[in-house]
Nanobody, 114 residues
Framework: QVQLVESGGGLVQPGGSLRLSCAAS???????MGWYRQAPGKQRELVAT???????NYVDSVKGRFTISSDNAKNTVYLQMNSLKPEDTAVYYC?????????WGQGTQVTVSS
């Protein structure tokens, strides 16, 4: 079965950086990858997406600060987060679309606080 394992979350000060990783196993073909986040008491929002062809999209609040990338040979998606703000605090979830099916990672906590 498909498994998505996330890593890279943690506690950082405002202005700091983190890189999240999400590695998948059990998926034969991936069409697109993305990152979502959910802050306490708020709905989950889409942060960034990337297709296997390299096309990317970002929510306005992270443009210029976050970069999504992928290593398709390793079935891995990354999220480089720079200039982090307290409002970026959330649980971050990766997802992948393969064969018109959507798969989710377990979530990793990102906390931005001084």
């Amino acid at each position: 079965q498909v498994q998505l394992v996330e890593s890279g979350g943690g506690l950082v000060q405002p202005g700091g950086s983190l890189r999240l990783s999400c590695a998948a196993s059990g998926i034969s073909s991936i069409n697109a990858m993305g990152w979502y986040r959910q802050a306490p008491g708020k709905q989950r929002e889409l942060v960034a997406t990337i297709t296997t062809g390299g096309s990317t999209n970002y929510v306005d609040s992270v443009k210029g600060r976050f970069t999504i990338s992928s290593d398709n040979a390793k079935n891995t998606v990354y999220l480089q987060m720079n200039s982090l703000k307290p409002e970026d605090t959330a649980v971050y979830y990766c997802n992948m679309i393969g064969g018109w099916r959507i798969y989710w990672g377990q979530g990793t906590q990102v906390t931005v606080s001084s």
